[in-house]
């Protein structure tokens, strides 16, 4: 099978190159190496950042990255893009008539906009996975939502254009299906884990004897981490290390960090948290395996990849009762569910897990044979292959065009064709 993957702003050799290691960037990596395992071939489509790079490369047998030149040739900031989708789009359009794929996979709604349109005067099936969707993000973040006026209008013409949606929660279906979405035409498949990296056995860092805890993700508000601080009011003894953000060196000016101190000054816990900044990502298992407890409770989270990350290691985690927390967390089982923004139940959940040496090393174990059973990058390719099989099974019913919601124009930032 030839696949078209559409990545407009996440180009998959930056995770392999370490230059960003982003959610969407190690996706596309891994899902498109996990497919050409399978005997597929696959061309990645991202959105050229760089006047230097050559227009394709190969990343490893059966998976070239083409770089499509769209807008500047220098990195712009994601919620800018939309107005280079319509180029975009026409260069997806020569580059698919000029070699056919089987199927096109877009990932985030630019991609699916601009592949919809790309794709439909050839006949191409597009499947779309969004990674997250507008309508959540708007929901938790209100005003603080930097997104473009359009991404709701336009996901949702997405999804109801595409051939199918490949979700990464059962949540996401069941907002899916709020939009009007049949379930029958939204696939979940999660995102997967590296196990060769990810695994139980394998070094950790060095530590002492007071308990610890992992905080291991993205320095946004979201992400629950003030939560996590306030907590360690009710666990004394215990020390919390928070990984992610900025470089080392730009801890001290970061807005987020600064925050974060600020919420640990005022909780009396300051001396028991400690700020890694970014950690390098072959790193990450070994600051993962130090830990007693991971712990990761945002008030949303689309999938929530370093909880599954923490549970390949064989930690317990303890882990917000939302989105993808939901499929991949079995509370009681591999870990503990919680309320989001709630410090006292969080401080009772994890003192409860400390104080139970043996129940820490059954989750743990429990935690580690789910993920390999579920989590691995093999696995969600052949669930993926299987969605784009089911589509092409049904080839005879046309792929729509993508139509504005709202207004019946093809979907476009500016009301135009891509």
């Known amino acids: 099978m030839r696949i078209a993957m559409v990545s407009e702003h996440a180009s998959p ?10 959610g969407q960037n190690v996706h596309v990596a891994e899902l498109s190496m996990a497919l050409a395992a399978l005997g597929h071939e696959v061309d990645v489509y991202t959105r050229r950042t760089d006047p230097d790079r050559p227009d394709s490369v190969s990343m490893c047998p059966g998976v070239r990255v083409v770089h499509v030149s769209a807008g500047p040739a220098a990195p712009v900031p994601k919620d800018d893009l939309p107005r280079h989708m319509p ?6 359009r020569a580059a698919w008539a000029a070699e ?7 990932h985030f709604w630019m991609s699916g906009l601009a592949s919809l349109n790309a794709a439909a005067s050839l006949g191409v099936p597009v499947l779309q996975t969004f990674h997250a969707l507008g309508t959540v ?4 973040q209100g005003a603080a939502d930097t997104s473009p006026a359009e991404r709701v209008r336009v996901e949702r013409a997405v999804a109801a254009g595409c051939a199918r949606v490949v979700a990464t929660s059962t949540e996401e279906r ?3 299906s709020s939009w009007g979405i049949p379930f029958h035409r939204v696939d979940v498949v999660p995102c997967g884990v590296d196990t060769g990296r990810f695994r139980p056995d394998g070094p950790s860092l060095p530590r002492d004897d007071r308990p610890r805890l992992l905080s291991l993700g993205r320095m946004v508000p979201r992400k629950g981490v003030d939560t996590v601080i306030r907590s360690l009011a009710g666990l004394p003894g215990a020390e919390l290390v928070i990984a992610g953000g900025p470089a080392p060196r730009d801890l001290d000016s970061d807005p987020e960090i600064i925050r974060l101190r600020a919420v640990a000054d005022r909780a009396g816990v300051a001396d028991r948290v400690r700020f890694l900044g970014c950690v390098a990502r072959p790193e990450v298992p070994d600051l993962v395996r130090s830990c007693d407890v991971a712990v990761n409770v945002p008030w949303y989270e689309p999938f929530g990849m370093s909880t599954v990350e923490s549970m390949a290691c064989g930690v317990p985690v303890v882990a917000s009762r939302v989105g993808g927390h939901v499929d991949t ?4 089982g591999t870990g503990l569910l919680v309320p989001p923004r709630s410090p006292d139940r969080l401080a009772r959940s994890v003192g409860e897990l400390l104080a139970d040496e043996e129940t820490r090393r059954a989750y743990g174990a429990a935690a580690a044979a789910r993920v390999r059973e579920r989590y691995t990058w093999a696995e969600v390719a052949r669930r993926t292959e ?7 099974a049904q080839t005879r019913y ?6 504005a919601a709202a207004h019946g124009e093809p979907v476009g930032s500016a009301g135009g064709e891509v």
């Open 13 to 22: 050799l930056a995770a392999i190159t370490g230059e960003d290691a982003g």
């Open 87 to 92: 180029e975009f789009g026409h260069r997806l």
């Open 100 to 106: 056919r794929p089987d199927v096109v996979h877009a």
């Open 137 to 140: 993000k708007q929901r938790f």
């Open 174 to 176: 069941r907002e899916l």
């Open 329 to 332: 967390v079995l509370d009681r």
């Open 386 to 392: 299987r969605s784009y099989l089911g589509v092409l």
């Open 398 to 403: 046309p792929v729509p065009r993508a139509r």
